[in-house]
């Protein structure tokens, strides 16, 4: 399966998003190279969890997404994902959009709070689909 590769991006991307917590307020609204190291790594990050969404869902022959946000919902409906994290998941599928294209016009109170809130849902994102890979290695023969 191809979800090994992005899944080592999203491992260092979550470190790196980890770290960048540690910047302070001042510097991030100050800096201009900090806030685009952060937005690097938030974008890797969430693109990450993207790709791996979409390569489960061709592996496993799941219907095709029309957008990154549907990603996560077929892998909710499919029980891939718990219910609770596809509207997180999703926002994030949506933020990832507003960072790659409208990044000359961030709301950087908002870009700080994701910053701070939801790592968690990308880690989340990540043990569930660990551990989906361990149960479906352990039913084939």
Request: proline residues 4%; without cysteine; aromatic residues 10%.
């Amino acid at each position: 399966m191809r979800v090994l590769r992005p899944m080592q991006e999203l491992q260092d991307a979550l470190r790196d998003w980890e770290r960048y917590q540690r910047i302070p307020r001042e510097q991030f609204f100050s800096d201009r190279d900090t806030r685009n190291m952060v937005f690097y790594a938030m974008m890797l990050g969430i693109q990450s969890a993207i790709d791996i969404a979409t390569d489960l869902i061709a592996a496993e022959r799941l219907r095709r997404p029309a957008s990154y946000r549907e990603t996560f919902e077929i892998l909710g409906d499919e029980g891939i994902l718990p219910e609770s994290l596809v509207p997180d998941l999703s926002d994030l599928a949506g933020f990832r959009n507003v960072l790659v294209h409208i990044y000359w016009d961030l709301d950087l109170e908002q870009v700080y709070a994701i910053l701070h809130q939801d790592l968690g849902v990308l880690k989340a994102f990540r043990d569930a689909v660990q551990e989906h890979l361990r149960e479906r290695r352990s039913l084939d023969p």
